[in-house]
C-alpha cells in the first residue's frame, strides 16, 4: 500500500553547500592549528625551557588551574574593572573574534577556551592578554627576554589542542517536502459565484438526485461539488461492490472554505451509489465531532433519501443506547437485520455501539466519511479510527471459496490478489482547514490519496504545526475589520454593533461558557435585543431548539462558546463578532466562516485588547487573511448607552450573586 513518501532533509543542492561549507572550515581550522603550532615553535626555539621542568612541563600543565584563576584575581586587584565573567566573551563571539584578530590573539585570552574547558592556553596566551589588560604594564616591570612576566615565563609552555566550530550558526530553513499528491491537488475555484456549474452539465448524476437538488432550490453545483462529485461517481461506476477494473478506489481529501458547499458534495455521490443496493447493510458512516453537526449533516441525507429506499440513522447520544440500537437493527429469528444503510455519528458514540450493538456490522462499509477531518485527526487519540477499520475487515483470515467478494486489508496489488474481486472501503476526508502535515494524515492510512483543494494553488511557508501558513481559503463574500479596545468597553461594543448597525443575525464567540453567561445576562440586563447563550451549561435538546430559533430568526444575538464555530451553518447571520479574540487560526477560520456561506456577503469583528492585537495581526497576516479592516473606537459613540449600560452592570452583580447563592445550597 502506497502512502507517503517523506523526505526531510534540505536536498542535494542544500546538503552539498552544507557539506562545503564544513569542508572550508575544517581547512581554516587545520591552517589556523599550523599557524598557532609553527608559532610555538618559533617561541620555543627562541627561548629553550629548561631541561629539567621541560621533561615534565607536559604533566604539569594539566595541573595548572589554580595559578591562573590566581592571576586573574590579581589583575582585578590592579586595577581591572571588569568581573571576570563580564570579561569572558560569548562563545560565538570567540569564534568571530579570533577569526578577525588571528591565531594569536584567538588563542591569547583565557576565557576563549570552550565553555567549560581549563584547558591551559597557549605559549601567546599571557602575553597577550597581559597587552590587553592595563594592569598588564606594570607587570611587564620583571618581564622575561621574550617580553612575558618573569612568573609565567617560568612556567612549563604548553601546546594548545584548538577546537573550532563552536560558533553559532543559523540552521538552514527545513523546506517541506510533501508527498506529489499533497504538493499537486487538483484546485478548486475559491470564488463560488465564478465557479457555478449547471446541474444539467453532470449528466452522471442520478435524475432523481436532480430533481431533488432543483426541489431545494439548487440549480447550480459549487465549485468543490462540481470537482468532487463526478470523481466519487467515477469511483463508483461499477457499482459500490467492487473499484473500478477491481482496484481499490483512490481516497480523497477535500479542503474548500466554509460554507462551500462541501456536504452536498459527498451526500449527493454516496446516496446515487447506494442506490442500486438490494440488501440494507451499513454501507456509509459519516463521523463527525459533534451532536449538533451530525445532526444538521443526517438532515441533508434524509433530504436526498427520501424518495429511495435508503435509510439513515443518527447515532450521537442524544437518544439512549437502547433506542439508537433499535434504529440501527432488529432481532429475527435466524439472527440480526440490518436497519441503516447510511449511520451518521459522533466517534464516541459510534465505538459504544460498536461495543455494545449485537448486530451491528461495519464488514460491508463502503465509505466512509471524516467531516471536519482535521479536527477528528485531533481527536485520533480516542482510537475510535482504528476501531472502525478493525470492524470493517472483521471477518479477515483465509479467504472463503464460498464469498464473492472478500473484504481485505489493502496490500500490494499483485496478480494474484486481483483475483478475487476486493470490496473496497473509500475513505473521504473533508475540512475548511484540512492539515497538510503528511505525518497527522498519514494515521489515516488513506490509500493512493487524491487532494481537492482551494487553497494550495499558492504555496507558503509552513508554520510550526505543520500546515502551510497564509494557506487557509476565506470565503469572498466576507469582510474582516477589528476594533483594539479595553476590557471595560467590548460590551458595549457589542451593543452598538447591534443597535446602531441594525444587524439581525449575529453570532458572538467568547472563549469560555462563564464568559458567554456573563456577556448573556448582561445584554439581557440591558434590554432592547432578543439575546441566547449556547453553551455546554445547556443540554442537546436545549441546544437544539436555541439554534432553531435562531434559524427562524427569534433570536438576534446569539452568544456562544466555540461549540457553534465549526460546520453549523444557520442561514442569514450577518455578523460574526469574536468577543474574545481567537486564539488558534484555525478556530478564526472555522468562527467568521458562520457567515458569507454559499457565496453571500459577511462581515467579521475582532475585538482586541492592546496586548492581544499584534500577536493577533500577525496570526491572521501569516494565515492569509485578505485585507483586515481597522476601526477605532469613538467614545461619543458609545456614550448615549453608558447610563443603561450601568444599570446592566449592577443587575449584573444582583444576578451572579443570586446564582452564587443557589450553586451553593
Ligand atoms: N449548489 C448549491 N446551491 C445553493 N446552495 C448551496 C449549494 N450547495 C450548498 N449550498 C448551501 O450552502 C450552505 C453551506 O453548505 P455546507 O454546510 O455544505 O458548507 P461547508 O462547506 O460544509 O461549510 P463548513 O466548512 O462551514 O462546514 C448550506 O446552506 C447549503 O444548503
New binding site residues.
Given amino acids: 500500500m502506497a502512502l507517503f513518501h517523506i523526505l526531510r532533509y534540505p536536498g542535494p543542492e542544500a546538503a552539498a553547500a552544507a557539506e562545503e561549507e564544513e569542508a572550508g572550515a575544517g581547512e581554516r581550522a587545520r591552517a589556523l592549528l599550523e599557524r598557532l603550532q609553527s608559532r610555538a615553535r618559533e617561541r620555543q626555539q627562541r627561548q629553550p625551557a629548561p631541561p629539567e621542568r621541560a621533561a615534565h612541563s607536559e604533566a604539569s600543565g594539566r595541573r595548572r588551574r589554580r595559578p591562573r584563576r590566581r592571576r586573574r584575581g590579581s589583575s582585578e586587584a590592579l586595577g581591572s574593572s571588569e568581573s571576570p565573567r563580564e570579561k569572558r566573551p560569548r562563545e560565538d563571539d570567540q569564534h568571530e573574534c579570533a577569526e578577525e584578530r588571528g591565531p594569536g590573539r584567538r588563542a591569547g585570552l583565557p576565557s576563549r577556551a570552550p565553555a567549560g574547558t581549563d584547558a591551559p592556553p597557549g605559549p601567546g596566551v599571557r602575553t597577550e592578554s597581559k597587552e590587553e589588560s592595563p594592569a598588564g604594564h606594570g607587570a611587564r616591570a620583571e618581564a622575561a627576554p621574550d617580553g612575558r612576566p618573569a612568573e609565567e615565563a617560568a612556567e612549563p609552555t604548553v601546546s594548545a589542542l584548538m577546537l573550532g566550530g563552536f560558533g553559532r550558526r543559523k540552521a538552514p530553513k527545513v523546506q517541506p517536502f510533501l508527498p506529489a499528491w499533497l504538493a499537486e491537488p487538483s484546485c478548486i475555484q475559491k470564488n463560488i459565484a465564478e465557479g457555478l456549474v449547471p446541474i444539467e452539465d453532470i449528466p452522471e448524476v442520478h435524475p432523481d438526485l436532480q430533481k431533488q437538488?432543483r426541489a431545494?432550490?439548487?440549480?447550480?453545483?459549487?465549485p468543490?461539488?462540481a470537482a468532487v462529485i463526478p470523481t466519487l461517481l467515477e469511483s463508483a461506476a461499477n457499482g459500490f461492490l467492487v473499484g473500478r477494473g477491481g482496484y481499490q478506489p483512490s481516497d480523497l481529501c477535500v479542503s474548500?472554505?466554509?460554507?462551500?458547499?462541501?456536504?452536498?458534495?459527498f451526500v449527493i455521490p454516496v446516496v446515487q451509489a447506494l442506490l442500486q443496493r438490494v440488501v440494507c447493510h451499513v454501507r456509509a458512516l459519516v463521523v463527525l465531532p459533534t451532536k449538533e453537526l451530525a445532526q444538521?449533516v443526517s438532515k441533508?441525507f434524509n433530504i436526498y433519501t427520501d424518495t429511495t429506499p435508503l435509510r439513515v440513522a443518527l447515532i450521537t447520544g442524544q437518544k439512549t443506547l437502547a433506542k439508537e440500537q433499535e434504529s440501527l437493527v432488529q432481532k429475527t429469528t435466524d439472527g440480526y437485520r440490518c436497519l441503516a444503510d447510511i449511520v451518521v455519528a459522533t466517534p464516541g458514540r459510534l465505538v459504544d455501539h460498536i461495543d455494545q450493538t449485537p448486530g451491528f456490522s461495519l464488514q460491508q462499509l463502503r465509505f466512509l466519511v471524516i467531516?471536519?477531518a482535521d479536527r477528528m485527526i485531533d481527536s485520533m487519540h480516542q482510537s475510535w479510527l482504528p476501531r472502525v477499520v478493525a470492524a470493517a475487515f472483521q471477518g479477515e483470515g483465509p479467504p472463503d471459496p464460498c464469498v464473492l467478494l472478500q473484504r481485505r486489508q489493502l496490500q500490494a496489488v499483485t496478480a494474484a490478489s486481483t483475483c478475487c474481486p476486493q470490496m473496497p472501503l473509500q475513505k473521504l476526508l473533508?475540512?475548511?482547514t484540512l492539515t497538510q502535515n503528511p505525518e497527522k494524515l498519514q494515521q489515516l492510512g488513506l490509500h493512493h490519496p487524491r487532494l481537492f483543494s482551494t487553497s494550495l494553488a499558492c504555496k507558503g511557508p509552513q508554520d510550526a504545526d505543520g500546515d502551510v501558513g497564509g494557506k487557509y481559503a476565506f470565503p469572498v463574500g466576507l469582510t474582516h475589520h477589528y476594533v483594539p479596545c479595553s476590557l471595560s468597553t467590548k460590551p458595549l461594543l457589542v451593543l452598538h454593533l447591534i443597535l446602531e448597525k441594525s444587524f439581525s443575525r449575529v453570532l458572538c464567540f467568547t472563549n469560555s461558557r462563564e464568559n458567554s453567561h456573563r456577556l448573556f445576562l448582561l445584554v439581557q440586563a440591558f434590554g432592547g435585543v432578543s439575546v441566547a447563550e449556547f453553551s455546554s451549561r445547556y443540554g442537546p435538546g436545549q441546544r437544539k431548539m436555541i439554534l432553531k430559533q435562531f434559524e427562524q430568526g427569534k433570536i438576534q444575538l446569539l452568544i456562544s462558546t466555540d461549540a457553534t464555530a465549526?460546520?453549523?451553518?444557520v442561514?442569514g447571520v450577518e455578523l460574526v463578532i469574536n468577543y474574545d479574540a481567537p486564539q488558534y487560526l484555525r478556530t478564526y477560520v472555522?468562527r467568521v466562516?458562520?457567515t458569507a456561506?454559499?457565496g453571500n456577503a459577511g462581515q467579521a469583528f475582532t475585538l482586541l485588547l492592546k496586548v492581544q492585537e499584534r500577536r493577533f495581526l500577525r496570526m491572521l497576516t501569516e494565515g492569509g487573511v485578505p485585507a483586515l479592516q481597522r476601526h477605532e473606537l469613538l467614545s461619543e459613540l458609545l456614550q448615549p448607552l453608558v447610563p443603561r449600560y450601568e444599570e446592566a452592570l449592577s443587575q449584573l452583580e444582583r444576578t451572579v450573586k443570586e446564582e452564587r447563592k443557589q450553586k451553593a445550597a
Fill in positions: 437538488l431545494q432550490g439548487i440549480s447550480f453545483y459549487f468543490v461539488q474548500a472554505p466554509t460554507g462551500s458547499g462541501k456536504t452536498l458534495a444538521q441533508v467531516d471536519e473533508f475540512s475548511a465549526r460546520g453549523i451553518d442561514q472555522h466562516g458562520r456561506r454559499a
